[in-house]
């Protein structure tokens, strides 16, 4: 079954303590990308990535890092999380049709 | 910045009733394409239309692409309690895919 799979899907953390956030896919897609979802913006890009050791800024990169040392895998860090970045985080592939998105990781920073 | 932009908001209609969502853009795209999230999940895909369609229809999904005026619309016909969620418009242009704020429908049973 086609997967993308992001952990962990809940989190609690306090601001300045370094996260990282793994997505994991299982399709051999080569573009992979991250989102941030946040009420009434709708979806907006972080980082993406088109190959292995690849990466590029999205739309708000700032207070993110990724790195895509594998294809199948493509972390996403928050070196130290504010709490602006409390947010619901898609992980997705894409096939140049279509975008699988993982199930969301729900961060808050206190 | 964000491109693909929804409208309405929001929609609550009776079930059976037809559900219409519009979606503008601003740039030159590829392809657009409609996703669907229930309540704090992923995003399902529902249909692609590249640049060079004008209507594809998937089940009782219909959708339009009118470039000239950079919109497309989402039609739901003979809708079901089951298709309250939020509708996403996308846009790709290049490796670029840029979301709307979404519509979020009600069907009421």
């Known amino acids: 079954e086609a997967q993308v799979t992001q952990n962990p899907r809940y989190l609690i953390t306090v601001t300045g303590k370094k996260l990282t956030v793994t997505c994991s896919q299982n399709?051999?897609?080569?573009?992979m990308s991250w989102y941030r979802q946040d009420p009434g913006l709708g979806l907006r890009q972080i980082y993406y990535?088109?190959?292995?050791?690849?990466?590029d800024k999205g739309d708000v990169p700032e207070g993110y890092k990724v790195s895509r040392k594998e294809k199948r895998n493509f972390p996403l860090i928050l070196e130290s999380p504010s709490p602006n970045q409390t947010s619901l985080y898609f992980c997705?592939?894409?096939?140049?049709?279509?975008?699988?998105f993982g199930e969301g990781s729900w961060l808050t920073v206190v | 910045s964000q491109q693909g932009e929804e409208d309405p908001q929001a929609l609550s209609i009776q079930e059976g009733e037809n559900a219409t969502m519009n979606c503008s853009y601003k740039?030159?795209?590829?392809?657009l394409q409609w996703y669907r999230q229930n309540s704090g999940r992923g995003l399902v895909h529902l249909i692609l239309?590249?640049?060079?369609?004008r209507e594809k229809h998937s089940g009782r999904l219909r959708v339009t692409l009118d470039t000239s005026k950079k919109s497309s619309s989402l039609l739901i016909t003979a809708s079901r309690a089951a298709d309250t969620a939020s509708y996403f418009c996308?846009?790709?242009?290049?490796?670029?895919?840029?979301f709307g704020a979404g519509t979020r429908l009600f069907v009421k049973a």
């Open positions: 997705a592939t894409y096939d140049g049709n279509t975008i699988y």
């Open positions: 399709m051999n897609h080569e573009y």
């Open positions: 990535s088109m190959n292995v050791e690849v990466t």
């Open positions: 740039t030159s795209i590829n392809n």
């Open positions: 239309i590249r640049s060079n369609e």
């Open positions: 996308a846009t790709t242009g290049g490796f670029k895919t840029i």
